[in-house]
């Protein structure tokens, strides 16, 4: 594939994404972790469900972004829904790398379309960007298990 079809591809999922999000909205009875980047100014308020064998059972978020950040929270909630937190937390790791520009194997089977972010790190200002939904993501989880311990 000529590089610019590859790039035009990548955009292309990347604007689906950012423009008919994933798992867009607010879960009831959830608590939502808010977050946001300053560099850009996206907010994300992300609402996790973890049932008791910890598995992600449903995920949603809102807030406002740019098209990277939005496209991010959309393809991390498709990812992580469904499997448990510690590999979620396992993927998010991933992610960081991916997008920090480092060697990541197997990234479309790990992180579905969150692959086609790898883009990011030729720009170091937007990592932000994208990182954020999964950042709020690992702190949900972390902040989840401190209060099941408090029960
Ligand atoms: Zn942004």
């Known amino acids: 594939m000529a590089l610019s079809k590859l790039a035009s591809l990548y955009r292309a999922v990347i604007l689906d994404h950012s423009s008919h999000p994933h798992h867009s909205g607010t879960l009831n009875g959830t ?81 579905g379309d969150a692959a086609f972010l790898n883009g990011v790190s030729k720009f170091p200002q937007r990592i932000k960007c994208a990182t954020l939904a999964w950042n709020a993501l690992k702190k949900a989880v972390v902040l989840n298990e401190e209060n099941d311990q408090g029960e």
């Open 31 to 111: 608590t939502p972790l808010e977050m946001n980047n300053p560099t850009c100014g996206d907010v994300i308020r992300l609402f996790l469900h973890i049932n008791d064998d910890g598995i992600i059972e449903d995920i949603s978020f809102d807030g406002r972004g740019c098209a990277i950040s939005t496209a991010s929270a959309s393809m991390m909630s498709d990812v992580v829904l469904g499997k448990t937190v510690t590999k979620a937390l396992k993927l998010s790791e991933k992610f960081s790398q991916l997008v920090q520009g480092e060697e990541v194997e197997k990234t479309e089977e790990m992180l």
